[in-house]
């Protein structure tokens, strides 16, 4: 004979071992207003009034949080480097490099731990902070496209 139990669903909390490890974040990003696609170990949002995020998950670590912007191929590389240089002395939260070609600006930052809300929120917060410096810093217009 068996005995059988009844669980309350609330009891039962599935979606924290079934889930893909960036479910809450796409869901904390949804809630923002990103449009969230989904593609291998990356989320992709998109955003009308902010800058477009690429989200990986870092198993164990975190999540990297990656902004990339093309540069512009008509300024002079030492330029570009020193355009870099100047918003990684602006910035308090990102990084910012640009790839061997010189094609690409890379902005990131890193989230670590298992998703908390709180967390994540500050820092979404802290990327606008350095975004902003980002937008007006007087070289951005003219070192990307």
């Known amino acids: ?27 904390h990003l949804e809630f923002n207003g990103y449009h969230v696609d989904e593609e291998d170990e990356l989320l992709l949002c998109r955003h009308a009034r902010k ?12 999540v990297l949080i990656r902004i990339l912007y093309s540069c512009n191929l008509n300024v ?19 990084k910012a490099y640009i790839d061997n070609s010189g094609s690409n ?6 989230c670590e731990g298992e998703y908390d809300r709180t967390n994540f ?5 802290n990327i606008d902070y350095d975004m902003e410096m980002f937008i007006n810093h007087h070289q951005t217009r003219e070192c990307l496209l």
């Not at 309350?8 to 924290?16: Q, R, T, W």
């Not at 800058?51 to 975190?62: A, C, M, Q, S, T």
């Open 76 to 94: 002079d590389r030492h330029n570009l480097l020193e355009y870099v240089n100047e918003l990684n002395l602006l910035f308090m939260f990102m």
């Open 105 to 110: 600006l890379y902005m990131e930052t890193f």
């Open 121 to 125: 929120s500050i820092v979404l917060d």
């Open 51 to 62: 800058h477009g995020l690429i989200v990986k998950n870092v198993p164990n670590r975190g």
């Open 1 to 27: 004979m068996y005995i059988v139990r009844f669980i309350p669903v609330s009891e039962i909390n599935i979606g924290d071992y079934l889930a893909h490890p960036l479910v809450r974040y796409r869901n």
